[in-house]
């Protein structure tokens, strides 16, 4: 089946250490996302990339690294130096350009910092 | 950078009544995209709007994309309670860029 694959669902994480969030598509799309989602808060853009080997921040990528080195996949890293790393992270895929560039989200992974 | 303002935040209607939500860009976008957000699941695709001007109807649903490019509006004619969720619009600005940026979200409460 097509689609965008993210895992683990839910995530418990101790302050103070490093996180990483999985997101995979097999749709062959061009461009992935990475948002954070706060009640209230709609979606907010943490990063971007629309190839391989190139990515650029959202407008809240501090605390935040990703890295795109295949198509496929574009993991998300939560690093220690995010204040309040708690929140709902959702994944999206879209191609470029060409018409139709509707993003597709995964199920999205839950974190709780404790 | 790029803002998308939506309003209202929350809106609360008996079944049957409609229901609108508007967005609003801070800059000329190439094109609008609404979403729909069931509550505990991820956002779905629901439109994409491209021309100024341009409306299209989904059903019970109709989206307008305003003649400057800078806003937009869903209607949700006679609202059922399937149609519970959280609506989002989303816009990119072009010129190479593909930073889709979301509104806050109007979340919609149906009472039977």
């Known amino acids: 089946d097509g689609g965008i694959t993210q895992s683990p669902k839910y995530l418990f994480r101790k302050e103070g250490q490093n996180v990483t969030l999985s997101c995979e598509q097999n749709l062959n799309h061009d461009a992935m996302y990475w948002y954070r989602q706060d009640p209230g808060q709609g979606l907010r853009l943490i990063y971007y990339?629309?190839?391989?080997?190139?990515?650029q921040k959202g407008d809240i990528a501090e605390g935040y690294s990703v890295s795109r080195e295949k198509k496929e996949s574009f993991p998300l890293t939560v690093t220690s130096a995010q204040k309040n790393p708690t929140a709902f992270y959702l994944c999206?895929?879209?191609?470029?350009?060409?018409?139709?560039?509707?993003?597709?989200f995964g199920q999205g992974t839950r974190l709780t910092v404790v | 950078g790029q803002q998308v303002m939506q309003i209202p935040q929350y809106q609360h209607v008996q079944e049957g009544e409609d229901f609108t939500t508007y967005c609003n860009s801070s800059t000329t976008l190439s094109n609008i995209q609404w979403y729909k957000q069931r509550p505990g699941g991820h956002p779905v695709f629901l439109i994409q709007?491209?021309?100024?001007?341009e409306v299209k109807k989904q059903k019970r649903l109709t989206f307008q994309f305003g003649e400057a490019k800078k806003n937009s509006s869903l209607h949700i004619t006679a609202t059922q309670t399937t149609d519970v969720g959280t609506y989002f619009c989303a816009g990119t600005s072009g010129a190479g860029s593909y930073q889709l940026t979301f509104g806050k979200g109007t979340k919609l409460s149906v009472i039977p």
């Open positions: 990339s629309q190839i391989v080997n190139d990515f």
């Open positions: 999206a895929s879209s191609t470029l350009g060409g018409g139709n560039t509707e993003a597709f």
């Open positions: 709007l491209v021309k100024s001007g």
